[in-house]
């Protein structure tokens, strides 16, 4: 695990960008899975710059999203799909055959199990892209996940459905399930960077990088995972030990 403290959102959106645009330049047919959030939209907007600055061309990238709402049309503004489109698909040349879990899918464990399938078919995750919730969640993997789950229908947790209701008219009309990436899925992608910033993730931030790998902690895990980059602000780091607040740093 490999932990990047950057001094602003700018900074560590700046870190992400470098190691995305990476990527998609070496391999140009590389299979990404991205995150929504707020966290990520700095991010997109500088891929979306890179695109039209120098050209990195995504007509070759193939994407998976990591969740979706249960019920939620594409054509919701709430949908993550939507997100994706507004933020970036809809701003560089993804081709539209890209692929979402489809939160309308009548069958939903089928639905999920076609989706790892095509995971695989397609080479499996060159990067994924993480945001954290508060309580260390990554995709919709709340305390208490199981590892060993691959795509499925998650509940969300109460903390989760309040941080989410900002996006909403109120909290009573956040989607209460979800199909998300399980953590195995997850963790058969080839290389993860995980982002975080501000006080509220800071607590969150040291589980996943010095706490106790549990499912208590999702993201805790990801301390297993072989090739981990965590880009956090000064404010998501502020609870790690100190030699990890500033600068860049090889864990373990
Ligand atoms: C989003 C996702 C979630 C978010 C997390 C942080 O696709 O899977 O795990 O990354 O809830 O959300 P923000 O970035 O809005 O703080």
């Given at each position: ?9 700018q900074?560590?959106?700046l870190?992400?960008t ?10 140009p ?5 991205l ?6 939209e700095?991010?997109y907007d ?15 990238v ?7 709402y ?6 919701n ?15 560089v ?27 695989r078919?397609?080479?499996?995750i ?16 709340e ?10 229908k998650?509940?969300?947790d109460d ?6 209701a ?9 989607p ?6 399980g ?5 058969l ?10 006080p509220e993730?800071?607590?969150a ?5 010095c ?21 956090v602000?000064?404010?998501a ?16």
């Amino acid at each position: 695990m490999r932990i990047i403290t950057t001094e602003s959102y700018q900074e560590m959106s700046l870190e992400a960008t470098k190691i995305v645009a990476g990527q998609v330049y070496l391999k140009p047919t590389s299979v990404l899975g991205l995150a929504t959030g707020s966290t990520p939209e700095g991010l997109y907007d500088n891929l979306v710059a890179v695109h039209r600055t120098i050209g990195l061309d995504f007509s070759e990238v193939t994407t998976f999203n990591l969740d979706e709402y249960i019920g939620m049309a594409p054509e919701n503004p709430q949908s993550y799909h939507y997100f994706m489109h507004k933020h970036f698909f809809d701003l560089v040349n993804v081709r539209p055959e890209n692929i979402f879990p489809d939160g309308c899918a009548e069958d939903v464990p089928a639905a999920c199990k076609a989706y790892d399938k095509l995971i695989r078919e397609k080479g499996g995750i060159d990067l994924q892209v993480l945001g954290i919730g508060r309580n260390a969640h990554i995709g919709f993997n709340e305390p208490d996940v199981k590892f060993e789950a691959t795509t499925h229908k998650v509940k969300l947790d109460d903390e989760t459905i309040q941080a989410n209701a900002r996006f909403f008219e109120d909290e009573e009309a956040v989607p209460r399930y979800a199909i998300s990436m399980g953590i195995k899925t997850i963790m058969l992608a080839r290389h993860v960077i995980l982002l975080a910033n501000g006080p509220e993730k800071a607590e969150a931030v040291k589980k996943a990088v010095c706490g106790s790998v549990s499912p208590a902690a999702p993201a805790s895990i990801l301390q297993l995972h072989q090739d981990v980059t965590v880009i956090v602000d000064r404010a998501a780091a502020s609870m790690l030990p100190e030699e990890y607040q500033h600068g860049a740093h090889e864990i373990f």
